[in-house]
């Protein structure tokens, strides 16, 4: 007789696998920033992930405790939908890039769906990995990038290999943070922390991605989890500095001027527009009106030297536009669904962290990179941390697959 593998632990000890899926992740986000490798290629840490999430996915495949969510298999659909893409391309144009970014979705769909698993089985040791994992790298990066800034054309890389790269991750990785805490209060640790991934940003100078955390830093003091003592604390700062601006506009310009950091930053602002990389032609936006027809069926993620809308054969630099054009109609309709869904049932202040993450991506092609995912893991699976989530058992399930083969969704009262 069956018996049922799937089951909510919510408060119960983790098991062997997940502690080593927890293992797993906790060694990938304090080494993932370390770029040893060209841009492109794996690093050290994704070999970690792989490893890690070939053998959690498979024993929990053994077992049957998968259990993928309409959410999962739209993910799944959206990697191989780039596959298909990509083959037919291939089959012309022989340039292994095609393969490549395939395999990047795939990879990155897969980093989606194991942290989304694990916060289903172990929602809060989940959480604690992710938090504390996440400020011993804040930490770490920021003592490199004071003692080794490894400069770019005066930016800071830090352990990347360009500073965008690390842009991103201060990014993405304030954002995960301030998804962690959707049922809990901010704490002032939790503030110290999203001002070092703030430094972090000021330090890459990304102009995208300046913008990007100003926006989310602005929307901080309007998140329920921020405590009403700490909002009362940010508008008397704000109300403060805005007073003293009025009278005192030319002080101001002449302090941001003297203090080197905030007068690169600035001077980074003020240049938008002004550089040849600025432009939308240069971007590759021109692309889908030059090329039309790919915006139905898509073009793919390689061979760039198609294309002679650019200065030189490169990507577009857009995460939206680059899936509009790469992958067609039914691209964007697979990807958007999937992002309809994962905001169904993500914390609602996840809209914010969305737009803002897309905002950063209308100049970049952001979504290779993996704590994009990792963002959308994180806000599709913490609700599994909610004291008022209940069990779904119909419409988001997947019917489950038992020892003896038998294929069910489980009740309520099967998974408590």
């Not at 991103?168 to 809990?184: E, V």
Request: aromatic share 18%.
């Amino acid at each position: 007789m069956g018996v049922v593998r799937h089951q909510n632990i919510s408060q119960a000890k983790p098991d062997f696998i997940i502690k080593f899926g927890l293992f797993i992740l906790f060694a990938y986000l304090t080494t993932s920033y370390f770029y040893l490798f060209r841009t492109g290629l794996p690093q050290i840490s994704d070999f970690i992930m792989a490893f890690g999430m070939l053998s959690v996915f498979g024993y929990y495949f053994i077992i049957g405790r998968l259990g993928f969510t309409q959410v999962h298999l739209l993910a799944l659909t959206f990697a191989l939908w780039t596959f298909f893409i990509n083959i037919i391309h291939y089959m012309v144009y022989p340039d292994i890039q095609f393969f490549l970014s395939s395999l990047y979705y795939l990879y990155n769909v897969g980093i989606f769906i194991m942290i989304s698993l694990l916060f289903r089985d172990a929602p809060n040791a989940t959480l604690r990995t992710i938090y504390v994992a996440t400020a011993i790298a804040l930490i770490i990066e920021i003592v490199i990038c004071h003692f080794y800034p490894n400069y770019e054309n005066g930016r800071v890389q830090g352990t990347f290999h360009n500073p965008n790269q690390l842009g991103f991750w201060a990014l993405f990785s304030a954002c995960i943070m301030i998804l962690l805490r959707s049922y809990s209060k901010f704490r002032w640790y939790d503030l110290a922390i999203f001002f070092g991934f703030a430094l972090l940003q000021s330090l890459a100078i990304s102009k995208a991605g300046l913008i990007a955390f100003g926006i989310l830093a602005l929307s901080l003091p309007f998140m329920r989890a921020m405590p009403n003592g700490y909002k009362v604390m940010f508008f008397m700062v704000g109300l403060v500095i805005g007073i003293f601006s009025i009278g005192h506009r030319a002080d101001l310009g002449r302090v941001a001027t003297q203090v080197e950091h905030i007068n690169n930053v600035v001077n980074r602002l003020d240049n938008i527009g002004r550089e040849a990389d600025d432009t939308l032609q240069w971007r590759g936006y021109y692309r889908i009106f030059e090329y039309p027809a790919y915006v139905i069926v898509g073009a793919g993620e390689g061979a760039y030297e198609r294309f002679e809308d650019t200065p030189q054969p490169v990507e577009i630099h857009s995460a939206i536009i680059n899936i509009i054009f790469s992958y067609g109609l039914m691209g964007i309709a697979i990807f958007g669904t999937l992002l309809y869904m994962i905001v169904k049932y993500a914390p609602k202040h996840f809209i914010v962290i969305l737009f803002v993450m897309v905002l950063n991506g209308l100049t970049h092609q952001n979504m290779r990179f993996s704590h994009f995912w990792i963002v959308f893991g994180v806000a599709y699976g913490i609700r599994y941390c909610s004291p008022k989530y209940k069990e779904r058992n119909s419409s988001e399930m997947i019917p489950l697959v038992y020892a003896d083969g038998r294929k069910t969704v489980p009740s309520a009262k099967e998974m408590s």
